[in-house]
Every structure is written in structure tokens, then in C-alpha cells.
């Protein structure tokens, strides 16, 4: 992760308040991010016509997020939580952008998708009270891929005096 601690927080932070205003008023594991989504006023449309290439993409002006219905629902949702971190974290559109600019964008919105399906509130507890730190278990709870529960619990260790 090429982000400095102050943008990793800053993006952690941002996920916590679209949380704490569009979640439901109790926050569990899994996260509904269609739930999230929709209390932003987006729509979360499958598109199964499209290329395996094709993850994701936002529409802001017709409050859209579309997704490949052909895609594994881990990758679904983490497709849907990180189009909702650039909606988050106000970014511009691709176009306005440099190639440069896209990429950083888009590891601001991969940190801020992780908090928004894997709420740190919801994970420390697991991480440091010792319930569980499986992560094949945690994955299962959370709803998202081993894969997205080990960058997480990473991310945690790399920047814990940061977020906890």
C-alpha cells in the first residue's frame, strides 16, 4: 500500500462517518453495502453482459453503481463499497485525472471499501479481546474474501496507533 499514514486515516475516517450516517442504526457483521448504498440514494445494478475485465463503475449523476453480476458476491461487494468510496471521499471523475491520480484514487477507495465491509468497530473486538482471529473465520462473519480479511488485518497492524 503506497498510502501515507495521514491518507490511510483520512480515508478510514471518511468510511466511519458514511457509516455512522448511512448504516442501519445498529452496525453488525456482515455490512449491508446495498443497504449503504441505497441510503446514499444509489442503485446497485448487475451487469452479466459484461467482460470478466469489468468490475465496477459509479455514475454519480444518475446515482447508479454497476457491478459484473458475473463475479463471485465477495468481489461484488467489495466492487460495490469501493465505487461508494469514491462517492465518499468526493474524487473526481477518471477523465479530470491523470493516469497517476486514477491509481492513487483508486487505493483510497480500495482503504475505504475495506472499512465499509469490515468496520474496524467491528473487527478490533475479535483482533484484541482474542474471540477469534481466524481468518477464514473472520471472512465467513464479514461477508468478504480471505483475501480482503488479510489486507484488513494488516492495514490494522501497519497503522494501529492510527485507527484504534
Not at 126 to 150: G, Q, Y
Amino acid at each position: 500500500m503506497d498510502l501515507s499514514p495521514e491518507i490511510f486515516v483520512k480515508c478510514v475516517r471518511a468510511a466511519q462517518a458514511a457509516l455512522a450516517k448511512h448504516a442501519r442504526e445498529s452496525l453488525t457483521a456482515p455490512v449491508d453495502i446495498e443497504c449503504v448504498a441505497a441510503r446514499f440514494g444509489f442503485q446497485v445494478v448487475r451487469v452479466h453482459s459484461a467482460s470478466d475485465a469489468f468490475s465496477g463503475l459509479v455514475s454519480p449523476k444518475h446515482k447508479l453503481i454497476g457491478v459484473n453480476g458475473n463475479h463471485h458476491s465477495h468481489r461484488q461487494r467489495f466492487t460495490v463499497a469501493h465505487e461508494l468510496g469514491h462517492i465518499v471521499l468526493n474524487h473526481p471523475p477518471e477523465s479530470r485525472c491523470t493516469t497517476e491520480e486514477i491509481a492513487d484514487y483508486n487505493r483510497e477507495a480500495d482503504v475505504c471499501a475495506s472499512e465499509l465491509l469490515i468496520p474496524t468497530q467491528l473487527l478490533a473486538p475479535h483482533l484484541f479481546e482474542s474471540r477469534t482471529t481466524a481468518t477464514s473465520t473472520l471472512s465467513k462473519l464479514f461477508d468478504v474474501s480471505e483475501e480482503a480479511m488479510s489486507l484488513k488485518i494488516q492495514h490494522i497492524s501497519d497503522y494501529r496507533l492510527a485507527v484504534r
